[in-house]
């Protein structure tokens, strides 16, 4: 068996502990119906709610606790605070966007400060964030289980206080502080915590040690990877091939095969040797409110799992496609605006993916694919939102990195001038959505799907005619024309070689691509 892996941080409060891994997991919140009154009493009676939740977690509580309870008042009855949130109501935010952006903006002057102390406190003021926020968008603060060790970037003061550590457990943060309020709690109340071990990547339940006396995490040895397992199986007839979606036409052309997906839970049972990887991530299906949507933890922890799930394979996580007929709980205004126009309408709303994008980037192969793209410029609009998300997280020490940024080729114009997105790096064709257009007809009307089968030779020449002006950009389909065996032919005609389905067409798009040669022509025999 091999060693433990030991890593090296700073202690914070003296101690030893041992116990399961809570690797700190997103808030879910749930949607919650539109409230009827203004976003100012919605803020104020939020505020008034975190302040009662604080009080009743101050009573009782011992003199250093109490202290920063009374702190953390303090600030919520600061009127400057709901002043500035009240100015971005009035200005058109969502108020829990206008909130979020109050706060943090405080919270990056503290992250700057040239002062310890003044840098802990930031840490406070992202808890007084998140506990508003929660009320506001219906989400619990739940607490983790007694004897464990939390695992996380950083730990707000009012987790820790709610805690039952009387069973034991202790403190890993991959940054936090030693002069910080969490780590004041936890030496008067004796809890082992270790700081400032940088990232490390660990399972949730998994056994693990916290040495604060020395600084030291212990980790148990990392379990053999899953692929592994799956290859040294004797294969069967039932079980999918393990060729990594890495698949040759009859006559020798390479074609890669990946799946979409919807919701996280999908991939659970998918094996991933079976993939190329994931050509479509439909991030409005995991982000269903705007709760969620202003929850960068939980998009984070969400595209953090998909990418671990690929094991270095590529994840295309389009951002979120919403608007139309594709509305979001909570935002009743701008429905006529769709994907990329809602985004760059809405930025707040593209800046919290944004970020969370940016931090997943940096755990796998992460590209991201823009919806509803018309013109060069929603590109270039985009690119400039990530580089000033990238700037600030570079600023506060987040780790991070800007992926590849492509597009999707759904609307008619873009299509037929692709050679003008200098700034795409890469295309995926969306046909629903190219052919609803095509054929100037909803979806929801009786006769799209024989408007949409009419119309697939105007589809297929206007698809050929993209590719070649894609000008050697990687190109890739993912929309339903692509799970249908009876189109592979054409789709090897016109270029295709990388086709993104639903899972449980992989089977039988396999065995389409091939049967077939290059061209599209059936294969000899075949």
């Known amino acids: 068996m091999a060693a433990p892996l030991k890593l090296k941080g700073t202690s914070a409060a003296p ?18 119906p539109p409230s009827s009154i203004s976003g100012h009493a919605e803020l104020a009676s939020a505020i008034d709610t975190a302040i009662r939740e604080l009080q009743d977690l101050g009573t009782g509580a011992d003199p250093e606790g109490g202290d920063i309870v009374e702190f953390q008042i303090e600030v919520l009855r600061d009127p400057t605070l709901t002043e500035m949130a009240g100015a971005r109501i009035d200005a058109g935010e969502n108020v829990a966007f206008a909130w979020i952006g109050t706060l943090d903006g405080y919270i990056r002057e503290l992250e700057c400060s040239e002062e310890d102390q003044l840098r802990a406190r930031a840490v406070d003021i992202l808890d007084i964030k998140n506990r508003v926020l929660s009320v506001l968008t219906g989400t619990p603060v739940d607490d983790f289980p007694a004897g464990s060790i939390y695992v996380g970037k950083d730990m707000e003061p009012s987790r820790f206080l ?51 006396d020395s600084g030291v995490v212990i980790l148990q040895a990392a379990k053999d990877h899953a692929t592994s397992t799956q290859v040294s199986r004797p294969p069967t007839s039932t079980a999918p ?46 982000v269903t409110s705007l709760g969620d949507a202003a929850n960068e933890e939980k998009q984070f922890e969400i595209y953090r799992r998909l990418l671990n799930w690929a094991d270095g394979r590529s994840v295309t996580i389009r951002m979120l496609d919403i608007g139309g007929d594709k509305p979001l709980s909570g935002l009743t205004e701008m429905s006529s605006l769709r994907g990329i126009r809602l985004l760059l309408a809405r930025p707040e709303i593209a800046r919290v993916q944004a970020r969370s994008l940016l931090r997943a980037a940096v755990f796998g192969n992460l590209r991201i694919m823009l919806p509803m793209v018309t013109f060069p410029s929603d590109v270039d609009d985009i690119r400039q939102i990530y580089r000033e998300e990238s700037s600030l997280l570079a600023s506060r020490g987040v780790p991070h990195r800007i992926p ?80 249908d065996p009876s189109r592979i032919s054409d789709l090897l005609a016109v270029g295709l070689r990388h086709f993104s389905v639903a899972p449980d067409r992989l089977p039988t798009i396999r065995s389409a691509i091939v049967g077939l040669n290059a061209d599209g022509t059936r294969a000899a025999g075949e």
């Open 404 to 483: 590849p940024i492509g597009m999707m080729v759904e609307v008619p114009a873009a299509a037929l001038m692709l050679d003008q997105f200098e700034n795409a790096d890469f295309f995926s064709f969306g046909t629903n959505d190219l052919s609803q257009y095509l054929v100037a007809s909803a979806r929801e009307q009786a006769d799209f799907a024989r408007y949409q089968a009419r119309a697939v030779p105007a589809v297929l020449r206007l698809v050929a005619q993209a590719v070649k002006l894609a000008g050697g950009k990687p190109v890739s389909i993912c929309g339903d024309m692509a799970g």
């Open 15 to 32: 101690g030893v502990a041992s116990g399961p891994a809570f690797v700190t997991e997103p808030m879910a919140p749930a949607p919650s």
């Open 162 to 212: 709610a805690h039952d550590w009387s069973a034991g457990g202790g403190i890993v943060l991959f940054a936090g502080s030693a002069v910080g309020h969490v780590a004041l709690l936890a030496k008067s109340r004796s809890v082992p915590m270790v700081i400032g071990t940088g990232r490390f990547a660990t399972e949730g339940g998994q056994h693990m040690g916290v040495d604060g």
């Open 241 to 286: 091939p393990l060729d990594s979606g890495i698949l040759h036409t009859a006559d020798g052309a390479q074609v890669l095969l990946s799946i979409n997906v919807n919701a996280p839970d999908e991939i659970d049972a998918i094996p991933v040797a079976t993939t190329a990887g994931i050509g479509l991530v439909r991030s409005e299906f995991a």
